[in-house]
Every structure is written in C-alpha cells, then in structure tokens.
C-alpha cells in the first residue's frame, strides 16, 4: 500500500477574466510547444493565445511534476512535446471541463527552476516557460513535503459499505468508458486513433441500446472526453444503484497478431500473463493523470462484506459467461477469452462488474472493426442480449 503525499507552489499569476466569470469561457489554446536541452537542464516552452493562470505540484511515487491550468484546448502536434532530457514521459489533456493538466514524469530527481509566463513581442500571445534542473532526492522529497496539495478530485474513496439499490426501481446499468481526457489510453497502428474515442463511441452507443429495454436504465459515468480516476468510475455506478457495471476498452499488445475480443472479471490472482500486464497497465491510469496514489481500501474483516464480494464475485462472473454465449459464432474472441485480474475498476463490493476488451487497437483488423458503425450496433445488441439473460437468470435465482 502506497501513501499519497503531494505538495504544490502556486505561482502568482494574475486572476484573468476567462477563469472566474463563468459564463462557459473559451478554453485557452496552446498553439505551440517546444522542448529542448538534456538530462541535467530541459526547458519546455508552451505558447498560448491568452495569459495561463496554472500552478505547479510535485508528486511522489513515481516523482512527477504536474501544471495545472485552466480549460485548455492543446493545439499543437503530438511530437512538439515528446519526452526528452529529464523528463521520461509528458502528458497533458483535459482533466474536466473547467481545467487541464500536464504531467511530466522524471527520469531523475529534478525541480523547477524557473516557471513563469512572458508576452510574446508582439504582444499577441504568452507563452509559458518552465526550466527545470536536476537536483537530488532529498531536495525532491523535502518540495513534496513541505506544502499541502490535495487534489480535489482524489478525495473520493470508495465505501465499503454495500449499498442497495431502491426496491422495485429500474435496472441500473453503469456503462463506462475506459480512459478519458489526458489518459488517451491505446493509440490504434494504422490509423492513430485513440483507445478514450473509441470507449466512449462503444458506451454510447450500448447505453442507447440498452435504454430501449422496458425496466433498463443505464448511464455512462463520462458523458464527454474528461478524465475520471478508476475509483471515481466506481463511485458515480455504486451512487447511482448500478445493479451493473460493465467498461470498455481496446487496448494494445505487443503480439499484434492477437484479435478478438476477451471478458474480464476481478481476482487477486491473474488468470495469466496477458491479463496480469493489461490489468497493470490499466491501473497505471491515476497515475498518468498526475493523481495521487490512492491507498487502498483496508482489508475488511467483516464476514458479511466477505460474503458479498463473493456473491457479487459469483454475479461478474456470470455476466461473463453471458457476454460470451451472446458472443459464440457472432464475434471472434481471443483464446480463453473470460480471463481475469487485479483491474481496480472493477473492485466495488456489492455491484457486478466486468470490463470487456472489445478488440485490439494493436491489430489493423481489429482496428477496423472498432471504427466501423454497423459492428458497434452488433455489440451493442449482442450484449444487451447478454445483460437481459443475465437479469432472467438472476431473477429466477430469487435474485
Ligand atoms: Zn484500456
């Protein structure tokens, strides 16, 4: 169990008009970015259309360096801000609709040096320099410690108190999209497209499909390209009564010749490899949002919560096997294709939950089939088959 600890400097930026009065502002446009020096001194330079009001946290465990800034729409070309000289890996992107963020994880211990906007000549637009120098460990970890940072969107844990649904209401299905924001997920071989586009069409779509069912109702817990943290998607299902939770994906592996579509359910051991690595990668999502590492829920000695996640554990399961039976001569799948493994999103006690990989974006097949139309209302109707099995199976079990 990790702690979270996080720290932050908020440099003096003037208060702009865009950032307090409302009234859906423009986001700001980043048009340009630029990267440069080595592993001893990197600068990065951001142009922007209109002064950036940020600030700036360090975060431990990796050590990352986060900006936060207003709504920001980044304009410029991927490879403008690749990863160079201190910085091993840099994300950015929106985190929800009144703010974005860049995360610039450190290959060695390193502070900002310099952080501050300047007018460009022209006094057209400004552009935001941050210089950031090698240091050491300690000088990290005493910035880390020595302000108080807590991200907002972190505080929310998940409760470990089973919650029941309100009697003779609809069917709640929560329908969620995998990544979001600045967590684009995979990025497709052939054709860039990113794993976040391709979720949230599928859970679109499904949540449309399924809502044509007399007695369903299901919502997505992102309605839009904004990140959520994997104990959010948990938390907006389980307040909402979600009977169950499916989530979508289609990620990237590095056999690219491995197609077809896999149903995952949780356990604390993994079924095998590939289901270790995915679950793994998929829990890194926090992290590339600059989230704090949230710890753990503690382990419940509590029989009948034991006894529920067991129950609940049997009901994933057979959602599962009911995805899959929909499935059978309809959709190709991989070998052995309901696996399991750690994945955090699909933690919640007391609500059935899955996460389904559509396909791969690593496969050019796949891929193709991931953007295509009519095979998305295919897997919507398949699965909508799959739930209302489900739902029949358990309702004869007195369930
Ligand atoms: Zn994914």
Redesign the pocket.
């Known amino acids: 169990m990790r702690v979270a600890i996080a720290a932050t400097i908020c440099f003096a930026a003037p208060v702009t008009s865009f950032a307090v009065d409302g009234a859906n502002p423009e986001p700001l446009l980043a048009y340009g970015a630029r990267i440069v020096g080595d592993d001893a001194r990197t600068r990065i330079v951001i142009d922007f259309d209109r002064e950036p009001a940020f600030s700036i946290h360090y975060i431990a465990n990796p050590e990352r360096i986060v900006i936060d800034l207003p709504a920001t729409a980044f304009g410029f070309p991927a490879g403008d801000l690749g990863a160079r000289g201190l910085f091993k890996d840099i994300r950015y992107g929106k985190m929800d609709e009144d703010s974005a963020r860049i995360v610039l994880t450190t290959s060695k211990p390193a502070k900002m040096a310099v952080a501050k906007v300047q007018a460009d000549e022209g006094g057209k637009g400004h552009r935001l320099v941050l210089d950031a120098e090698m240091t050491d460990k300690a000088t990290v970890a005493e910035l880390v410690k020595a302000q108080s940072w807590s991200d907002p969107a972190s505080a929310q844990t998940t409760s470990a108190i089973p919650q029941t649904a309100p009697a003779g209401s609809d069917f709640i299905i929560a329908v969620d999209a995998?990544?979001g924001g600045i967590d684009t997920?995979?990025i497709g071989v052939d054709t860039k497209t990113q794993?976040k586009d391709v979720?949230l069409a599928f859970a679109k779509a499904l949540a449309d499909r399924l809502n044509r069912e007399a007695g369903i109702k299901a919502f997505l817990t992102r309605t839009d390209d904004s990140f959520l943290s994997l104990s959010e998607r948990v938390q907006i299902s389980r307040q909402a009564h979600a009977g169950l939770f499916i989530s979508l994906?289609?990620?990237t592996l590095k056999q690219k010749d491995i197609r077809g579509s896999t149903v995952y359910t949780i356990s604390d051991k993994a079924s095998d490899k590939l289901a270790a690595d995915l679950a793994d990668?998929?829990n890194l999502s926090d992290q590339i949002a600059g989230k704090e590492t949230v710890a753990e829920p503690p382990e419940v000695a509590d029989i009948l919560l034991d006894l529920t996640r067991r129950e609940t554990q049997a009901f994933s399961i057979s959602l599962a096997q009911s995805v899959l039976t929909s499935f059978k001569d309809q959709v190709g799948t991989i070998n052995n294709p309901h696996r399991h493994a750690g994945f955090r999103v699909l933690q919640a006690p007391d609500m059935p939950s899955i996460l389904l990989?559509l396909g791969f974006l690593s496969n050019k097949e796949d891929e193709k089939l991931l953007l295509d139309e009519t095979w998305r209302q295919k897997i919507a109707d398949l699965l909508t088959d799959a739930v209302k099995r489900y739902r029949t199976s358990m309702m004869a079990n007195g369930g």
């Open positions: 995998g990544h997920g995979a794993e979720t994906h289609a990620d990668r998929e990989e």
